[in-house]
């Protein structure tokens, strides 16, 4: 081999070295293998009596029983009433239609007029005061002297029936002012009172309003 000058490595060397390794690891694999099922004595089965015995050792547990379905359960018999006998002295005693008393019953609901009592009765719009002036004159003229010029004031609630002439056609005390003298007052001043009339859907109606009565002492200057 001409020297080139290229020196090399020992990693160069193995690899221009191993062609002639694999051939004499093939040989010697083969020479193994072949004493290995050769010269050494061949592979016999075992005896398998032993594990059959140890098999008939084991012991299984009983076969297991399933129990038969409960009896249907029978339907219970149809309930009979006996007969028993009730005496005639706890029975109730007779009646007739003729011992009924005769007449005309009472009437269940009383049909009252809107006018008696206060009563609900719906509006659109409520009843206005036409005559305050007249209203105020009453009032003066209605006021007790003998409290006026005690200086004893007070005022009363009033329930009116305004009908759908703007008239004040009934009137009682919803809130007394405490002083019989000022209600009774309050009650003359009432029929001086005129009103617009109530409106429902563009129509005058009748209807109960409440309206405060006040007696005071006016100073003048």
């Given at each position: ?5 290229i ?10 070295a ?6 004499i ?6 020479c ?29 547990p ?20 006996s ?20 007449g ?52 009363v ?5 305004v ?20 209600d009774?007052a ?5 029929p ?30």
């Open positions: 081999m001409e020297d080139t000058g020196r090399l490595t020992a990693n160069d060397r193995f690899k221009l191993s062609p002639s390794w694999t051939r690891s093939l040989l010697v694999a083969v193994l293998h072949f004493g290995l099922f050769v010269l050494v004595q061949p592979f016999e089965a075992k005896d398998m009596g032993s594990v059959a015995n140890e098999l008939e050792a084991i012991r299984f009983p076969e297991v029983r399933i129990p038969p379905p409960p009896e249907t359960i029978a339907r219970p018999a149809t309930p009979r009433v007969q028993v006998d009730i005496p005639d002295d706890i029975t109730i005693a007779p009646t007739t239609i003729d011992e009924a008393p005769i005309r019953p009472p009437p269940i609901f009383r049909d009252d007029s809107p006018t008696d009592r206060p009563t609900f009765i719906p509006y659109d719009t409520g009843p206005v005061i036409l005559n305050q002036a007249e209203v105020q004159q009453a009032l003066e003229r209605e006021y007790p002297r003998a409290l006026k010029n005690a200086g004893v004031e007070g005022q609630e009033l329930w009116l029936y009908t759908e002439q703007g008239v004040v056609e009934n009137f009682e005390i919803k809130t007394s002012s405490g002083n019989a003298l000022l009774e309050a009650g003359r001043v009432v001086a009172i005129r009103f617009a009339p109530a409106q429902s859907r563009d129509k005058a109606t009748a209807v109960w309003v409440s309206l405060w009565v006040k007696f005071q002492v006016i100073q003048q200057r």
